[in-house]
């Protein structure tokens, strides 16, 4: 693995991590959001653990790269999903930011 490829693997589970905590931490700029979208309160955990488990998987991929890279494309579409629930709200102003998630995990798989 090249050292660009570690930093981005690191910086996408730093990414993902910090996320999933913040559901947890229950963050009011993450969970504001997530309750304007209409996103069920029930939903919330599992999302945040979908996340770090994302988050976990990156890092283990340092080891088993099989696991990196489905951690990889798990994460794509997560942020894919979120992305699109941001547009069926019609908030389209906070599209970027599941984009911006998104982005470090895309850039996983392209330097795999």
Do not use: Q
């Not at 490829?5 to 931490?25: P, Y």
């Amino acid at each position: 693995m090249s050292t660009t490829a570690t930093v981005v693997t690191a910086v996408a589970a730093f990414m993902a991590g910090f996320s999933g905590a913040s559901i947890f931490a229950r963050a009011k700029f993450v969970v504001e959001p997530l309750a304007e979208y209409g996103v069920p309160r029930s939903w919330w955990n599992w999302l945040g653990a979908a996340k770090l488990a994302g988050a976990v998987g990156l890092l283990v991929g340092y080891a088993v790269p099989a696991i990196g890279i489905a951690a990889a494309v798990g994460l794509v579409l997560y942020f894919a999903g979120a992305a699109l629930t941001v547009i069926r709200a019609r908030s389209y102003a906070h599209v970027p930011f599941p984009l911006l998630y998104m982005a470090p995990a895309v850039a996983v798989l392209a330097l795999v």
